[in-house]
């Protein structure tokens, strides 16, 4: 019987888990789309730095030219 | 996991920062220089001389070509991470205690101190991206705190908001653009010591931890300032970081040693802990510095972490196997659901 005590108790610990992970990715996925849509709408790129990075790679070419 | 001990401050740490892709370390200490290290093998690349007073901060741009600071000389400097050269100093008329660069490094926060007279203040600097160019000296916005002062402060996504952290242990919202106060949330405990001591983006910059002396950490949406988690730590907090990679947080402190009867680390709680980002449980911790931890840092790459003591030492740890390995029995069935679709 204890032992049956045990393992409800192991379960309710897991399935609370299970609820939070869900909870998070749910969350995540929702923050990911929402901003997304937000940069689209004002036309940035996906990446902040992309354009950034690609641009000053473009400059040291130039030098070396 | 073998740490390297960089030793080249006298002082005690004040920050860790690494570069975006992991592969260098910048610190500050209260002995006035940065020092800048190979985050894989602790050699010394450089240090930064110049500052007139303690180092609080420092903060690379994202494309690792600069670096600024804040100090206890009441300025802001910009450097040249690969000459040394001191490109810019910015005065101020009181202490500098926390800098931070927004996502795309054109504009810069500085933090200063409350004093007689000055009111505790956010203000905004504009960032020439060329090492060559000429600097703007003027300062773009100027946020003041007026109910209590700022110890921390960092950009949002898409440099949206000025999230701030206060000496009450409130965290306020800033709209980046206008410097309005959009809101501002009794985050940690009100009644006690409960300064937030630090604050760190996640990589995305939707959401953000805090660390306060109250002993715990919480994490909170950028967007809303809703505290998503809570971290019980049993000791002040000083510093918090999210992990890359692997779905955790850690957490450093320790009680100071004016404040401790006896001088054993294992009193102090001189420890990194580590725990489980969702699940707010302690996973385990990480010993090694002989004083309170004044700062944690994480790779970007979810390689490592570096920590920084009141010691004076900054300790740079490599994850193993075991740490990458280690997952929770619902991370792993959720994993294995995800193959099979």
Known sequence: EDKDRGASADLAVVEHRRRLYDEWVQWRQNVLDDIKMEKQELNLPEDPLEGLIKNTSDEENQIIE | MRPILLQGHERALTQIRYSRDGDLLFSTAKDQHICAWYAHNGERLGTYHGHQGALWTVDPNPQTTLIASGAADNTVRLWNIQTGKCLKVWDF????????????????????????????????????????????????????????????????????????????????????????????????????????????????????????????????????????????????????????????????????????TTTSTRQGKFEARFYHKIFEEEIGRVRGHFGPLNTVAADPTGKGYASGGEDGYVRVHQFDKGYFDFSYEVERQAKQQQLQQ
């Open chain 2, 93 to 260: 008329d009181t202490a500098v205690k926390r800098v931070e660069f927004n996502e795309d490094g054109s504009k810069l926060l500085a933090v200063t101190e409350q004093r007689m007279g000055f009111l505790g203040t956010i203000v905004v600097l504009d960032v020439n991206q060329d090492v060559d160019g000429e600097q703007n000296g003027e300062k773009v916005l100027t946020i003041q705190c007026d109910e209590s002062k700022a110890t921390v402060a960092g950009w949002s996504y898409l440099s949206k908001y000025i999230v701030a952290g206060h000496e009450n242990g409130s965290v306020s919202q800033y709209d980046a653009k206008s410097g309005e106060q959009l809101d501002n949330v009794q985050v940690h405990d009100m009644d006690i010591a409960s300064q937030v001591t630090d604050l760190q983006w996640s990589a995305d910059r939707t959401y953000f931890i805090t660390a306060s002396k109250d002993k715990t950490a919480k994490l909170i949406n950028a967007e809303n300032l809703v505290v998503l988690k809570t971290y019980v730590a049993d000791t002040p907090l000083n510093s918090a970081v999210i992990t890359p990679r692997k779905e955790f947080v850690i957490l450093g402190g320790g009680q100071a040693a004016m404040d401790v």
